[in-house]
């Protein structure tokens, strides 16, 4: 175990017989084509304008379960007769499931309202409509993707939707004919959430890491491997050495595609069956060892504990992670970020050289593609500088990108891949593009090892619908324990053997399949919601931007800075003057017809929909208060009047948004004091501040049948402050 158990292309070889054998029975379904256009017709909408087609589509799906269902052997008896239909237990029944259902459907209603225009909060609005129908149709055949055995539809649906993932993230498919020649496969698989995924990563990543030592001891001393004494490695310097005169440094600093090779070279190279390296390999691998026995055997000459990187912003599955491995959160590095709430590359250079000074082995380095609290985008293309720059220096490690929250936002530059030909007639529109600095991670994003995307996220699919995808599909052997099946002479198609979870729901496959089917992962596609919903959130930045006016008693400060305040010298007051003036109010077609509108706007708020913001209020002198605290009590004042209370009726809210504190243990000195600074509150000593915080999926915010919504939510945002101000200091503010 812990073992890739064959080279990347006699695995695929498995999932290919297997889909052939499949496809002997009648038509696969096919992951391709170009999708449709219409926004509109994708959700149910706000005021459920799609509920008579979702109702008839529904009922389609439970009254085709049913011919199923008679079909298979209609001759077969049943037991639910007409008569027990009439007795009075099976009345009984019946009614009390009608009432139940009826005060379940009545308790559900005090549920957060995330359609609304007025849900300015978590990372939730809609459904999408093939994703609720996916999952319902395939929920009532209860598929469990964990074996093929449980799932013959809904696996073959998960490895399309693996594939289709991977290309929209920047991972492309070689053809069958490229693989066989050497090339590097990706796959991808669904899991319940990116907190697994995020862990699966790690993983398979630190199981990378100790490989080639396992390998080594296993190469030295057990005689079924003696045939590949002498199998040689390139070192990260480019040298070329055998593997068994390697060490310990060194084994701990091989490129992963060239230790991902290493098991497949044995078995063609050397002739060694891979049962036997497989059972060579059980004495020596860390998933056998532990890592205590492991350490003692292996690690004695490593001064200290191997670690790996982790923004200031990270998610926390990633201490969770650290924990479960083994590995210890205190080896869990958080790098500072910078005043865009960005990793901060001069900080990650320096631990970085700290570590190959020391022979401190490196598992990973996370970069964020999306932090969840500010949609904060770490530069990801520095990351892969720096990887080459210590690779010559002898220090390697993989990249993991948590595209948890952002990664579909990749599709907003995908271009529309699959199409049997360019539809002139259904072009889509201008979506508002990335910033120039997004775009460019977004173009590099295919050369990160593993990258976590959520389809619950930004693929608006219901819960659970995680995912990882690996750029070489081999990294998925080394998490784990048991071979694909080989059953009726044919192999059969796995995912479910790969990661940490067990049963899952098919559903979930079916969910992301038929969306994507319906909503292509590319520019016309989910790139037309997320830009959309992009648009909507730089409106919205500059709508707080602007909303103080000089007679109230308050200020707004968004997280994201300025471009002017990036540039030193610029003046940011006339940019907030043109902002007012030519973004502010203006209609999508105005701003769109505005050239130099658009070009600002693109490059403006936070680098994807997800919105950090604070209040803070003016003395009775007309200054801004400079105390922090009494800043951090406002904004928690302000968040209490726009979040839900547990019990009380959803209907009485206005306004709903979240919150979050932004510590400087984690983010770091830089990021927090500009931020103070800008609040006004730089001679405050508090290291945490209390922000608002809304993520903006609505792509219509800005255009309903009533003109802009933002209209309405900054009517609330004030009615909210002023109540606030009231509630905290009514003295300290001033007469209005
Ligand atoms: C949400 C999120 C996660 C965790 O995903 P879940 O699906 O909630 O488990 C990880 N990383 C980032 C950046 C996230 O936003």
């Known amino acids: 175990m812990n073992i890739p158990r064959d080279s990347q292309s006699q695995g695929f070889e498995k999932t290919r017989q297997g889909m052939r054998a499949f ?85 559900l209603k005090k549920s957060v309202p995330f359609f609304s225009m007025r849900y300015q909060g978590h990372m939730n609005w809609d459904l999408t409509i093939p994703g609720i129908l996916g999952y319902f149709a395939a929920m009532l055949y209860n598929p469990n993707n964990v074996a093929f055995e449980g799932s013959t539809a809904t696996t073959i649906l998960e490895i399309l939707v693996g594939d289709d993932l991977c290309k929209m993230l920047g991972y492309s498919i070689p053809t069958e004919a490229e693989i066989d ?71 701990l600093n091989l490129k992963g595609d060239d230790i991902l090779a290493l098991p497949g070279r044995l078995t063609k190279e050397y002739q060694i069956p891979r049962e036997a390296i497989a059972q060579a390999m ?85 970069a964020v593609i999306g932090s969840t609290e500010e949609s904060a985008i770490d530069p990801i293309k520095e990351v892969l500088a720096l990887r080459e720059k210590f690779r010559s220096l002898g220090l390697e490690f993989t990249i993991h990108a948590d595209g948890a929250w952002g990664g579909y936002h990749a599709s907003v530059i995908r ?129 707080l931007l602007c909303m103080a006016r ?31 003036d030519r973004i502010v109010g203006k209609t999508n077609d105005e701003i769109i017809a505005d050239h130099e509108a658009i070009a600002l706007l693109r490059e403006l708020g936070p680098d994807q929909n997800i919105l950090a913001y604070a209040f803070n209020f003016k003395t009775p002198s007309g200054t801004v208060n400079t105390d922090l605290a009494l800043t951090n009590r406002l904004n928690k004042a302000i968040y209490d009047r726009l979040s839900i209370n547990p019990g009380e009726d959803i209907y009485g809210y206005d306004l709903i948004v979240s919150t979050t504190d932004l510590h400087s243990d984690q983010y770091g000195k830089v990021f927090i004091e500009n931020y103070k600074h800008r609040l006004g509150v730089s001679s405050s000593a508090d290291p945490s501040i209390t922000v608002l915080r809304s993520v903006v999926m609505d792509p219509w915010i800005t255009e309903t049948t009533k003109g802009s919504f933002l209209d309405v939510l900054e009517d609330e945002f004030r009615k909210a402050v002023y109540a606030a101000l009231e509630e905290i200091s009514p003295i300290q503010t001033r007469g209005y």
């Open 550 to 580: 000089p007679e109230d008693p308050f200020i707004v400060v968004p997280v994201p800075q300025l471009p002017a305040e990036k540039i030193a010298l610029s003046d940011i007051n006339q940019q907030i003057q043109f902002i007012r």
């Open 181 to 251: 020649n050497g090339a590097i496969r990706p796959w991808g698989h669904i899991t319940c959430d990116g907190t697994v995924a995020n862990i699966e990563a790690i993983w398979s990543a630190r199981n990378l890491k100790f490989y080639p030592l396992a390998l080594q001891a296993a190469l030295k001393n057990e005689a079924s491997l003696a045939a590949a004494k002498d199998i040689t490695v390139s070192l990260a310097t480019g040298e070329i050495a055998p593997l068994i005169k390697l060490d310990t440094w060194s084994l």
């Open 23 to 107: 496809s002997k029975f009648g038509e696969i379904p096919r992951l391709d084509g170009k999708g449709t256009r219409a926004l509109e017709a994708w959700f149910l909408g706000p005021k459920a304008e799609n509920a008579d087609e979702l109702e008839r589509l529904v009922v389609e799906a439970i009254r085709d379960q049913a011919f199923w269902r008679r079909n298979f052997h209609p001759g077969d008896p049943t037991h639910i007769s007409e008569e027990i239909k009439r007795s009075p237990e099976y009345l009984q029944a019946m009614d009390a499931l009608k009432e139940g259902y009826a005060s379940l459907l009545a308790f």
């Open 282 to 366: 059980s004495k020596y691998s860390l998933q056998n060892l532990g890592i205590q026995e492991f350490s003692r055997q292996f690690l004695s000459d490593i001064p200290k504990s191997p670690i790996f990187f982790v923004p200031g912003t990270k998610h926390y599955s990633f201490p969770k992670a650290a924990a479960l491995l083994g590995i210890g959160a205190s080896n869990m590095i958080d790098v500072p970020v910078d005043t865009n709430a960005r990793m901060s590359i001069s900080h990650l250079e320096k631990f970085l050289q700290d570590c190959l000074a020391e022979h401190r082995p490196v598992y990973t380095v996370v």
């Open 415 to 543: 271009e529309d891949f699959d199409m049997p030909e360019p539809d002139a007639f259904l072009a889509p529109p201008p979506a508002m593009p990335l910033s120039r600095y997004v775009t460019e991670q977004f173009n590099v994003l295919g050369h990160a090892d593993s990258i976590t995307v959520d389809p619950h996220k930004s693929g608006y699919i219901p819960y659970p619908a995680g995912a990882l995808c690996y750029r070489n599909s081999a990294m998925r052997d080394l998490v784990t324990f048991s071979a694909p099946v080989v059953f009726h002479g044919d192999a059969e198609p796995t995912v479910g053997i790969y990661g940490v979870e067990g049963s899952k729901p098919g559903a979930a496959a079916a969910a992301v399949y038929l969306s994507h089917r319906v909503i292509r992962p590319s520019k016309s596609g989910y790139g037309k919601i997320i830009g959309a919903a992009l648009f909507s959130c730089k409106k919205l930045y500059a709508r």
